[in-house]
């Protein structure tokens, strides 16, 4: 028998999507698979070429639950410098993936009854973690007619002394949403008037298309309450290395490593040495993707306005889309499950993300031109039948 707190976890959909997709692909089926967050392009070459020296000269050994302190250092720097903020080694814990940059800080911070403000639609595992801790999930809407960031009033509705942390998500998995400056400068308000910390999951920061990045840790106020969730899995096409990042104050980040000591023991030290020349080295390579994804948003998004009664906002960011499929007058979970077995098309049902997300399905565009094409038609012969 299971302890009774595993009822309160959830998943990803993605994965189960992805298995199924893979089981209709080994009965011979043709699948266009637009379901999984993970770019389709190589670890650059520069990358792989670090790992292999690191491994050949002696990285295979434990190292310190925080990270190894050279590599913490280049962390440390680069976010000092991309972000215009003052931090340092001590502020820096690296983990295997970003994930444990929401479990470790939530749980050094969360008490059974805190209340969680977070996003939803949003990734799902903000909602999973905040239920297993038995704290109080407070979803914040984001809404299709504010390009997917939310009405500030909603959250002043949300905020108040019971609040124990705020999750930001910018650029946004699954629409592609970017908070505005405006949008920071209000949270942020709200932060230091009810003391809450805000966890600010920024690790799609360098897939953005139109303007920059801002992180709220920027704000009067924030740095000392502010967890930056980063990594290299989307930037730098490394999700099967296993290595995010978190930026905090030193006397968390201490906390956070102890559960890692608990947990993992550590991140290997091979991956680190990679993950340091990924943000010291050349940038060309992960420019490029950055490139390519912009020409398969304006492909999708087109292709998708195209198709009668599907309305679809270009996002900003990430490389998702997140288009309105109420009209088709199917739940979107019948949407994803018909357009999987019967069109061979896997994307995700906006509810995957959340209550908010009933109406709409993500697409992910890491696949090639001519796939996002094929899916296209497949999608609009779709549409033609359902309302036939």
């Known amino acids: 028998m299971l302890a009774k707190r595993m009822q309160n976890l959830g998943t990803e959909t993605a994965f ?73 080694p001590d502020n820096v814990v690296i983990v295997p993936g970003g994930k444990p940059i929401i479990y470790f800080p939530l749980t050094a911070l969360v008490d059974p009854g805190d209340e969680v403000i977070y996003p939803n639609p949003g990734f799902p595992i903000y909602e ?119 930026i905090m104050p030193a006397p968390l980040a201490a906390a956070v490593a102890k559960l890692q000591t608990n947990c993992t023991s550590c991140t290997a030290a091979f991956t680190q040495l990679a993950g340091a020349e990924a943000l010291t080295g050349p940038q060309d390579a992960a420019r490029a993707m950055v490139a390519e994804f912009k020409v398969r948003r304006d492909l999708l998004v087109d292709g998708l306005n195209a198709i009668d009664g599907i309305t679809c906002k270009r996002p900003r960011g990430a490389f998702y889309v997140f288009p309105n499929v109420s009209a088709l007058g199917l739940t979107s979970k019948q949407v994803e499950q018909r357009l999987l077995n019967e069109f061979g098309v896997a994307a995700l049902a906006g509810t995957s993300f959340g209550a908010f997300g009933e109406g709409y399905l993500r697409f992910s565009y890491a696949n090639s031109q001519d796939n996002i094409r094929k899916a296209l038609e497949r999608f609009a012969d779709f549409a033609t039948a359902v309302r036939s």
């Open 128 to 246: 999973s973690v905040i239920k297993f801790l038995e704290a109080k999930p407070m979803p914040l809407k984001l809404a299709e007619e504010k390009n997917f960031s939310f009405d500030i009033e909603d959250l002043k509705a949300l905020a108040s002394e019971k609040t124990k942390l705020l999750i930001l998500n910018s650029p946004q998995n699954p629409t592609g949403g970017v908070l505005s400056a405006a949008d920071l400068d209000a949270i942020a308000e709200l932060a230091v008037k009810f003391d809450f910390w805000v966890l600010s999951d920024e690790i799609y920061s360098k897939i953005i298309y139109e303007g920059t990045h801002e992180s709220i840790s920027t704000r009067p106020g924030m740095l000392e309450r502010t967890i930056i969730l980063d990594g290299h899995s989307k930037t730098y096409a490394m999700t099967g290395w296993r290595l995010g990042y978190g």
């Open 16 to 88: 189960e999507v992805l298995a199924r997709a893979k089981a209709l692909e080994a009965e011979g089926r043709d699948i266009v698979h637009l379901e999984i967050g993970e770019p389709d392009f190589d670890t650059p070459r520069n990358i792989i070429d670090k790992a292999v020296w690191a491994l050949q000269n002696g990285y295979t050994h434990y190292g310190p639950s925080a990270g190894l302190p050279e590599v913490r250092k280049v962390f440390a720097e680069y976010i000092a410098r991309d972000r215009g903020i003052d931090v340092g």
